[in-house]
């Protein structure tokens, strides 16, 4: 099929040489012409995964009408804090009687995780907000761009209100190395997807200070144990948060060197400002953005989320790396469970 890739990132590209292997053409819309003419002239993304030549299928188009007139499907690669930005342009081509083909009438797959800062909504709300009607799918799971990129073996899950669409995504996306599993419970995939880049952060500050694999493991557990009980308020299915979009992608994203939001908490543990640190990294560091809206979320609904309010203590409030870590494993001992 022809196929729209909005937002020239990591992920972006990445799905875009994957999606062209397949035999797809495909339009990667990127925010700047010289990206796009780079891409186009070079075969290689200048700003991301610059050592890896893109398929001849990819064509990047710095023209979003274009782009989207283009695709018979879109599939959204912009960062959670963006997406809003971006959808608001499509609901404006939505309104403009010489496209072709409008946004509002196609299927979208979003790739993005995280919480939207200023209205505290997942990505699909947004979506849904903006494009009512609109037929929306959200993909996540453990997979870096670094590995996607070069067809190394990973698995993942598309998530949807209708399963038919899961499953034509299934079908145009799915292959031998990047495996794609279903779903009908939208809210727990994002979820899984945005919290985890949270927990990562916590995990990288305390690898910073050389606490072990034991304190590591005993984070990314008991992070998993937050997004279940904020889960369970939000009706989602324990086995979603279980599965790739949960586990999966909380380990991947706890445990890989290619985790930006690892490294984020590796360098707010070294000393670095927030804003130092996100400079290091080069790219969104999701996490450092979603703990905001999560906080907010679940001291409204009165909900006890130790290791995310850590992380926003030491990331806005000034609070002490060292203090915030002994106050989490010096809490008052309780049953696992609660």
């Given at each position: ?316 409030e000034g609070a002490s790396i060292e203090q915030t870590l002994e106050k989490l494993f010096f809490r008052e001992p309780k049953p696992e469970l609660d």
């Amino acid at each position: 099929m022809n196929l729209t890739i909005l937002g020239a990132g990591s992920f972006g590209t990445a799905m875009s040489n994957h999606a062209a292997r397949l035999g797809h053409e495909v339009r990667l819309w990127c925010r700047g012409a010289a990206q796009a003419e780079a891409i186009n002239s070079k075969r290689i993304n200048p700003r991301y995964l610059k050592g890896c030549e893109l398929h001849e299928k990819v064509r990047a188009e710095a023209n979003l009408e274009r782009a989207v007139a283009f695709g018979e499907k879109i599939i959204l690669a912009v960062p959670t804090q963006s997406l809003r930005d971006v959808l608001e342009r499509l609901t404006a081509l939505n309104c403009n009687s010489d496209l072709n083909s409008q946004p509002a009438g196609k299927k979208i797959l979003s790739l993005a995780k995280g919480i939207e800062i200023a209205s505290g909504k997942l990505p699909h709300q947004i979506a849904e907000a903006l494009l009512p009607g609109v037929s929306y799918s959200a993909l996540s799971g453990p997979s870096h761009s670094e590995e996607v990129v070069r067809d190394l073996p990973t698995a993942v899950v598309i998530a949807s209100r209708s399963h038919q669409t899961a499953q034509e995504w299934q079908k145009a996306l799915n292959s031998s190395h990047f495996r794609i599993y279903t779903s009908d419970d939208l809210v727990g995939v994002e979820l899984g997807g945005a919290v985890k880049n949270v927990i990562a952060i916590a995990v990288g500050i305390s690898q910073s200070l050389n606490f072990g694999d034991n304190a590591k493991a005993a984070l990314a557990t008991r992070g998993l144990a937050e997004i279940a009980k904020l889960g369970a308020t939000l009706g989602i299915a324990p086995l979603t948060l279980a599965g790739l979009a949960g586990t999966g992608d909380l380990m991947v994203t706890c445990y890989s060197h290619h985790s930006r939001n690892l490294r984020f908490g590796l360098a707010i543990g070294r000393g670095l400002s927030v804003e130092e640190a996100t400079s290091e990294i080069g790219q969104v560091v999701e996490g450092a953005h979603t703990v905001k809206a999560l906080v907010g979320y679940a001291r409204k609904a009165g909900i006890e989320l130790p290791l995310a309010e850590g992380v926003h203590a030491v990331l806005y409030e000034g609070a002490s790396i060292e203090q915030t870590l002994e106050k989490l494993f010096f809490r008052e001992p309780k049953p696992e469970l609660d």
